[in-house]
């Protein structure tokens, strides 16, 4: 007879309940949100950067 439980029953790895409700929500969240906040942090460093002078440039010869 099977009493309709499993030998892993409410172990770390079931994935019934409110835990693994919540690790949707947030695998969720981190999939939608991740790629803005990635694109914040490096534009953020790209304005942080010292600006970059440009090159002097030679002059040109007169033409006669």
């Known amino acids: 007879m099977n009493s309709g439980t499993t030998p892993n029953s409410g172990t770390r790895y079931d994935r019934g ?3 693994g409700t919540w690790r949707a929500v947030c695998a969720a969240l981190t999939v939608v949100l991740g790629p803005p906040a990635v694109t914040a942090s ?22 006669p």
């Open 17 to 19: 309940g409110p835990r």
């Open 42 to 63: 490096a534009l953020d460093q790209a304005n942080a950067a010292p600006l970059r002078q440009p090159t002097p440039k030679a002059p040109c010869a007169p033409t």
